[in-house]
């Protein structure tokens, strides 16, 4: 009898501490009131390029191909970032993640801190021409170490990178985003040895979460096993819809809702309690 009721402890508590996620609903009136964490995916097709709000801080996060600077300075500037955002984080220095967030700087963004999980004097051409760019314009380069946890507003982000491995894809960094009960997997474009390499070194609840960014722009589908213990309530595909066909298979037999930026922006917002998650046309 005690184990029995000791089981469904564990049960309620898992339960409690997993925030619900409302697609295309309207949130509570009182919504923007509240302290919000915010994520805001650009239509970049199969880029990666974010903006995470939370607690008065902003981070962009990749940036996705240079053809796309026009609109994201259009986009940023809309959100009150025109000029000015606290951080750029990059993933992993491939031109489809890191190209449109130096071509920003080139054209003026001023930013407080540049983070990556590559070394400053990592080799990559296109890490070398952000950090040349930061070196010119005095911004600051910090390398977010393995394990490591930042604290952003009101948000602490746990950083995992395995830089061991010999694919930079597979060296991408990791992000779990945790604000209240809600919580956030940022894969960037982590590769199936990358899934098993976390799903053997850390624990599951490092990798369980509400919202998870697909990695790889759902190129392949995910390891079976790392999807089941990150066990989405919804998952962000940066690609069109009819590219990922192995991605939406899995999905679709696991009845995980998801949504593609290429249809349109989407917009995740949580009071650490609840999700409401929205798409919309182009960049808005």
Not at 53 to 66: H, K, N, P, Q, V
Not at 111 to 121: C, G, Q, R, V, W
Request: charged content about 25%; proline content about 4%; aromatic content about 10%.
């Amino acid at each position: 009898m005690r184990r029995l009721l000791f089981l469904l402890i564990l049960v309620l508590f898992a339960t409690s501490a997993c925030a619900e996620v409302y697609i295309n609903q309207e949130p509570p009136e009182d919504w923007s009131s509240r302290e919000l964490l915010r994520l805001t995916v650009f239509p970049a097709f199969r880029n990666d390029a974010f903006i995470m709000e939370c607690g008065g801080e902003s981070m962009l996060i990749d940036g996705g191909y240079a053809q796309f600077v026009k609109k994201m300075q259009e986009a940023l500037a809309k959100r009150g970032y025109g000029e000015h955002i606290d951080y750029i984080l990059n993933t992993h220095p491939h031109d489809d993640h890191i190209e449109g967030a130096t071509d920003l700087i080139r054209r003026g963004l001023h930013i407080n801190t540049f983070l990556s999980p590559f070394a400053e004097d990592y080799g990559n051409k296109y890490h070398r021409q952000m950090v040349s760019f930061l070196k010119e314009r005095n911004f600051a380069y910090r390398q977010v170490m393995d394990g490591e946890t930042l604290q952003f507003g009101g948000a602490t982000i746990d950083c995992y990178s395995w830089l061991e491995a010999i694919d930079v894809n597979a060296r991408s960094l990791q992000m779990h985003v945790k604000f209240g009960n809600a919580t956030l997997l940022l894969t960037g474009d982590l590769t199936g040895l990358g899934e098993h390499h976390y799903l053997e070194r850390l624990p599951a609840e490092d990798l369980k979460s509400d919202i998870l960014k697909a990695p790889h722009h759902s190129l392949v589908h995910m390891v079976p096993e790392y999807l089941d213990t990150v066990d989405p309530a919804f998952v962000i595909l940066t690609n069109q819809k009819g590219s990922a066909p192995k991605s939406e298979n899995q999905l679709n037999k696991r009845g995980i809702p998801h949504m593609y930026n290429g249809s349109g922006t989407i917009t995740l917002e949580t009071d650490g309690e609840d999700w409401y998650v929205s798409q919309v046309k182009g960049w808005n």
